[in-house]
T-cell receptor, first 112, second 115 residues
Framework: KAGVTQTPRYLIKTRGQQVTLSCSPI?????VSWYQQTPGQGLQFLFE???????NKGNFPGRFSGRQFSNSRSEMNVSTLELGDSALYLC???????????FGPGTRLTVL | GESVGLHLPTLSVQEGDNSIINCAYS??????FIWYKQESGKGPQFIID?????DKRQGQRVTVLLNKTVKHLSLQIAATQPGDSAVYFC??????????????FGQGTILTVHP
């Protein structure tokens, strides 16, 4: 069974731009969570989607948003990019909300 | 200004030794714990998990111990191999309410295995 896939793998943007990252969960998984990983803050939870609805949200500004489609694929969007948004963005999927989360390889975002 | 990164604990072992990686978790209400391994340039890889109704769980070459009294989790790797070199994270989750789907991660431990 294919794992979690994320596209693109690498992205370079400039301040003020916006970006959309995509995540395809493991087939049959219905819950998708997003995390930000930086050297300074470690791994931090962004939000979780289940059945096309955001169920949980971390402590990030409103510039960070996401959505989930009927096939469980998810996207996250960051608007008005700041230098501090440079990070590895990780997507994880699980069968249901209480199950083990399996991570994708991440999207490395660099903001110049 | 100068950026300050997390100072991750490090563990260096010789190939064939047993490794023990420790983690103190923060929320006494957490009831699900997971260990992940992250190699350079990759996403975290699931190793083993344990729920709060257990205090020990074994997998292939790995054992997780949970001590709820002191909120401590450990990962034991038997016969450590160079391929085990990575950053290891513990994560906790509290089922119910608004915590579903949200993992809280520890800072990580860098394991280096010398041949």
């Amino acid at each position: 069974k294919a794992g979690v896939t994320q596209t693109p793998r690498y992205l370079i943007k400039t301040r003020g731009q916006q970006v959309t990252l995509s995540c395809s969960p493991i087939s049959g998984h219905r819950s998708v969570s997003w995390y930000q990983q930086t050297p300074g803050q470690g791994l931090q939870f962004l939000f979780e989607y289940f059945s096309e609805t955001q169920r949980n949200k971390g402590n990030f500004p409103g510039r960070f948003s996401g959505r989930q489609f009927s096939n469980s694929r998810s996207e996250m969007n960051v608007s008005t990019l700041e230098l501090g948004d440079s990070a590895l963005y990780l997507c994880a999927s699980s069968l249901f909300r209480t199950d083990t989360q399996y991570f994708g390889p991440g999207t490395r975002l660099t903001v110049l | 200004g100068e950026s300050v990164g997390l100072h991750l604990p490090t563990l260096s072992v010789q190939e064939g030794d047993n490794s023990i990686i420790n983690c103190a978790y923060s929320n006494s209400a957490s009831d699900y714990f997971i260990w992940y391994k992250q190699e350079s340039g990759k996403g975290p890889q699931f190793i083993i998990d344990i729920r709060s109704n257990m205090d020990k769980r074994q997998g292939q070459r790995v054992t997780v111990l949970l001590n709820k009294t002191v909120k401590h989790l450990s990962l034991q790797i038997a016969a450590t191999q160079p391929g085990d070199s990575a950053v290891y994270f513990c994560a906790e989750n509290m089922s119910g309410g608004t915590s579903y789907g949200k993992l809280t991660f520890g800072q990580g431990t860098i394991l280096t295995v010398h041949p």
